[in-house]
């Protein structure tokens, strides 16, 4: 479990993939906005990551049984592989819902406080 999420549960459905560190910092990272629904508990995204347990979900305590997604930022690669968002606001596979911003490295580090290593 990653030390900036430490003591948040990752639960099913999650992303599967590589489980290697990675290899060089990112410029960016997948962040999930408040249009996030879920996807009634199949969510898109997750299907699309290609790194393990970087994108899992996330019970919605107030509103039991729905839940949304969440993105591990000390796992997640930049690939854009879970928007919705090609070339030219061109929309291809993933989130249904453009609820995944990809967002600077920095703004990421300075919302929990931590500077990633790589």
Not at 45 to 65: I, L
């Amino acid at each position: 479990m990653s030390t900036v999420l430490a003591g948040i549960t990752k639960m099913e459905p999650m992303s599967e993939g590589i489980t290697t560190p990675r290899k060089k910092k990112p410029k960016i990272l997948a962040q999930i906005n408040e249009s996030c629904t879920g996807c009634a508990g199949s969510p898109v995204c997750t299907g699309y990551c290609p790194v393990a347990e970087c994108m899992y979900w996330v019970p919605d305590e107030e509103h039991p049984p729905f839940g949304r997604i969440e993105v591990d930022p000390q796992l997640c690669i930049g690939c854009k592989l879970c928007t919705s968002k090609g070339p030219d606001g061109t929309l291809l596979d993933g989130c249904p819902w453009n609820a995944i911003d990809m967002v600077p490295i920095e703004e990421v580090e300075n919302k929990y406080g931590v500077v990633f290593p790589y």
